[in-house]
C-alpha cells in the first residue's frame, strides 16, 4: 500500500514541480519570497487535526517543530536550484542524491536495513535518474568528462570557470537541498515512529509556518515580500498559485504516510518514477506552449533520457518483482 502512495505522491509532485518552475520563472523571482508564501499556507494543515485531536509533549513539540523548521530551510535551497535550471534536470539530480542521503541517515540514526533486491533496485533506480538529469554527453571521451569537471569544480581549489560557474551554484544548491530534504524524511519518520501521523504531521506544519513568520524578521526579505505584494494583485495569478499548494499539499500528506509505513531510503528511490511522469509532462508541454516551458531536447538527450526512464521502470520492476 505504502508503495502505491509513494508513486502517486510523486506522480502529483511532477505536475507540482512544472507548475513551480513556471511561477519561479515568470512570476515570483525569488526562492525567499516563493518559500514564504509555502511556509504561510502551511497553517491550513491544521485543519486536518479536527479529525484526530493530539497534543505533543514539549520534547515531541520541539522535534516537530524543528523539523517544520528545516523543511522550509530546504524549499529556500530547493526553489533556487529550481529557478537556475531545467525541471527535468534539477528534479533529477536532488532526486539522485535523497536515495543516496537518506540511506546513509537512515541506517546511521534508524537502523533500517534493505535486502539484495531492494538494494539493485535502489542503484538501478538512482542511475536511471542520473542519465534523465544530465544533458547528452559522450561518456566514452573519458578526457573530456574529466576536463569539464575540473572546469566546473576548479581546478586544485583554485579560481572556477566563469562558464561553468552558474553550473556549479546549481549542483551546490541542489546537493544542499538534497542533504536537508534527507534530513527531514529520517526526522519524520522517527517522529511517526513515536507520535500518530496526523499530530505529527500537523504539529511539523506548525514549524514550518513559524520559520515563514522569521523570514519576515529580515528587512531585506521583508521589503521583498511587500514588494510582491504589490505586483500580484491578479485573482488568476492567486488562483494559479493557491491550485498549486494544495496538489503540493496532498502529494505531501501521501508521501509522509507513505515514509510513515516504509523504509525511507526506498521510498525516496522511487522518485525515479517521478522522472518518468516529468518527462512526459515536459515533452507534452513543450512542444504545445514552447513559449511557457522550454526545455533543450535534441536528439541525443532524447535517447539518453529514454534510457534513463526505462532503467526506472526496470528498477520499479525489480523492487515490485
Known sequence: MWLAAAISSYFINAGVYVADKFLLSK?????????FFVGIW?????????????????????????????????????????HQSEAT???????????????????????????DRQLLSFFVLIFGGILISVKQTRFYLL??????????????????????????RLLLNSTISAFFFSAFYIIMKYIYMHQPF??????????????????????????????HQKDSKSPGNMAFFLTVRLAAALAFIVLNWAISRGNVAIINALQGTQYLFLFALVLLISSKFPKILSEELGRGVLMQKLIGVFLVGLGLYILVG
Open 27 to 35: 512570476k515570483i523571482h525569488s526562492s525567499i519570497v516563493y518559500a
Open 42 to 82: 502551511s497553517i491550513f494543515n491544521a485543519v486536518i487535526l479536527v479529525f484526530d485531536p493530539w497534543m505533543p509533549t514539549a520534547r515531541e513539540l520541539a522535534v516537530d517543530l524543528f523539523a517544520g523548521l528545516l523543511f522550509l530551510v530546504t524549499l529556500v535551497f530547493w526553489y533556487k536550484a529550481l
Open 89 to 115: 534536470r534539477v528534479v533529477p539530480i536532488v532526486g539522485a542524491l535523497v536515495p543516496i542521503f537518506s540511506f546513509l541517515l537512515s541506517a546511521i540514526f534508524l537502523s533500517e536495513n534493505i535486502d
Open 143 to 168: 578526457h573530456k568528462v574529466y576536463e569539464r569537471i575540473m572546469d566546473i569544480f576548479g581546478r586544485f581549489l583554485g579560481r572556477f570557470n566563469a562558464e561553468y560557474q552558474p553550473t556549479r
Open 198 to 227: 496526523v499530530g505529527g504531521f500537523v504539529w511539523s506544519r506548525f514549524g514550518t509556518f513559524l520559520g515563514a513568520l522569521l523570514i519576515l524578521l529580515v528587512p531585506a526579505w521583508r521589503s521583498m515580500i511587500l514588494e
